[in-house]
């Protein structure tokens, strides 16, 4: 198991350290990481809770590491929440339970968007509380952007602040959801609302997690790696463009290059701005757009990267229409999503399937309404958005609801 470590040092005033990240080439194994010497056995060392969902738990990858661990005697629902009456970690990874091996915590959350809640955020600070865990314990996410978003928000708020580290096993948090620090949970069916910042002290990264990946779990985490590579990295677009089948055949070593780069590009920016002050917003390419679209059709119903890759391509043809972008390169961006199997049109296929009697004006309203309750919005009355005038070059503007709606196919403005 080969790794190599890349560090995240944050600017003096921002109030954080560091982020160590390593990158593990081969097959993942947390057993060897988290209990090299196998020193968890009721030992002194100070108590990790790790918080996963009953998705990852199962994962063949992990299926040691899950297995140290037994069913918490002081779980709500003791042992008797189990699948099969079994004491070990394999009969015991139903929502809400909690293992435990030697000091240490496991916690299982329920899988998915629509469990990015506060409840859920709450289940895990009850989850220390109720086994006296102190401001030098860390929390430990194992999963995608959803777990990492609310294991850090909860280590954020828990006692004023705890350490957290993350495991990410999804392509989408790899590149773009594990690293620089957003923290949160969805309320009221919009993205994101309640957060803070709150980065991991450490990050550990196998691409090949990618390998198990459904495959609209992996288009989704592609298309943050497209993002990033439009936004930042002229080769990385080219690999796009002139790698296609082996980046859809999951190629070891391509996937590799692509995490690498992206963890490297977002943290050279996160570091220049760790509060999203200034360019970090470059970031949001598609977001706007994409959060919108996730609200109006309802969260879960369309992955956040397939919701982004739509975004991006909405967001080529506005700044086409705003005069900041060529007709060359809006086609060139709508064509490279569409070749990797998003949607880019301008009325989004997702709301067409899931409101088939709806008129289009009807969501194209609902989703500028939800984007203007976007949280990266600082004026009541316009929307702001990332925009592109070509590769690796990019501002931060605002724009008319005449002008989003257009985009999104309304006539007769």
């Not at 990874?93 to 629509?114: H, P, R, T, W």
């Not at 995608?144 to 989408?172: C, H, Q």
Request: one cysteine or more; aromatic letters at 8%; charged letters at 25%.
């Amino acid at each position: 198991m080969d790794s190599n470590e890349f560090i995240l040092k944050y600017a003096e005033d921002s109030g954080f350290d560091k982020t160590c990240i390593y990158f593990f080439s081969g097959s993942p194994n947390l057993k060897k990481v988290f209990y090299s010497n196998d020193s968890r056995d009721g030992g002194n060392s100070q108590p990790r809770l790790f918080v996963t969902d009953t998705s990852i738990a199962r994962l063949d990858s992990i299926k040691d590491f899950v297995a140290l661990f037994e069913c918490d005697a002081n779980t709500a629902n003791g042992s008797a929440n189990t699948d099969n009456g079994s004491s070990n970690g394999s009969g015991c990874l139903k929502e809400g339970s909690v293992l435990k091996y030697g000091s240490d915590y496991l916690l299982v959350l329920g899988a998915g968007e629509k469990f990015k809640t506060i409840d859920s955020v709450l289940t895990i600070v009850r989850a220390a509380l109720e086994r006296n865990f102190t401001r030098n314990c860390t929390f430990v996410a194992i999963g995608g952007g959803v777990l990492s978003d609310m294991t850090a928000f909860a280590a954020s708020i828990f006692k004023r602040g705890i350490k957290v580290e993350f495991v990410p096993t999804t392509v989408l948090s790899m590149v773009d959801a594990s690293v620089g620090g957003k923290t949160g949970c969805d309320i009221e069916g919009y993205k994101n609302m309640i957060g803070s910042f709150w980065p991991a002290s450490k990050l550990y990264v196998w691409s090949n997690f990618a390998l198990s990946l459904p495959d609209n779990e992996y288009i989704s985490g592609l298309a943050e790696a497209i993002k990033t590579a439009f936004l930042f990295d002229k080769e990385m677009l080219k690999l796009f463009e002139e790698e296609k089948d082996a980046i859809m055949k999951r190629d070891s070593a391509i996937l590799e290059k692509i995490i690498g780069a992206c963890v490297r590009a977002k943290a050279k920016i996160v570091q220049e701005d760790p509060r999203e002050n200034g360019r970090r917003a470059f970031l949001n390419l598609g977001h706007t757009f994409g959060h919108g679209l996730e609200a109006a059709a309802g969260l879960g119903c369309i992955t956040h990267g397939e919701a982004v890759a739509w975004g991006i391509g909405r967001a080529a043809d506005l700044s086409l229409l705003m005069g900041l972008c060529s007709k060359e390169f809006a086609q060139k961006t709508k064509d490279l999503i569409a070749s990797y199997g998003y949607d880019s049109g301008q009325y989004p296929k997702v709301l067409s399937k899931a409101f088939p009697d709806e008129e289009k004006s009807v969501g194209i309203k609902r989703i500028l309404q939800a984007m203007k309750k976007d949280k990266k919005n600082t004026n009541l009355s316009q929307i702001r958005l990332t925009l592109q005038k070509g590769e690796c070059d990019t501002i931060i503007t605002t724009a008319k609801d005449s002008d989003i709606e257009k985009v999104l196919g309304k006539t007769g403005i």
